[in-house]
């Protein structure tokens, strides 16, 4: 059984960073692909970043490119996400999800509760 628990959020200034954690626990050595999604007000669900948890390939969202970064700590098993520069736009609860292969966005079956971000 896969555990997610996202922390790290808050609210900041436009312009401003944050960094997310997600604490992966469970069946952590299937769990292939750990990503990134947000959810803003009023919009669906959206990838924001994955990594591929053996060779670190990552993907991001043409949105944030430039702007986030996506890395793991094998040791803690935490993946984590920097986010600089941040936008209003960028409001929104932000999940962790793990799949058991990287099959692109849709592929994630297992997801954290979200913690909440908003810039202002």
């Known amino acids: 059984h896969v555990q997610l628990v996202e922390s790290g959020g808050g609210s900041v200034q436009a312009g401003g960073s944050l960094r997310l954690s997600c604490a992966v626990s469970?069946?952590?050595?299937?769990?292939?692909?750990v990503a990134w999604f947000r959810q803003s007000p009023g919009n669906e669900r959206e990838g924001v970043a994955s990594?591929?948890?053996?060779?670190?390939?990552?993907d991001y969202a043409d949105s944030v490119k430039g702007r986030f970064t996506i890395s793991q700590d094998k040791v803690k098993n935490t993946v984590y996400l920097q986010m600089n520069s941040l936008k209003p736009e960028g409001t929104g609860m932000y999940y962790c999800?793990?799949?058991?292969?990287?099959?692109?966005?849709?592929?994630?079956?297992?997801w954290g509760q979200g913690t909440q971000v908003t810039v202002s």
């Open positions: 469970g069946v952590t050595r299937n769990n292939k692909c």
């Open positions: 990594v591929v948890t053996i060779g670190g390939d990552t």
């Open positions: 999800a793990a799949s058991f292969y990287c099959g692109g966005w849709s592929s994630f079956g297992y």
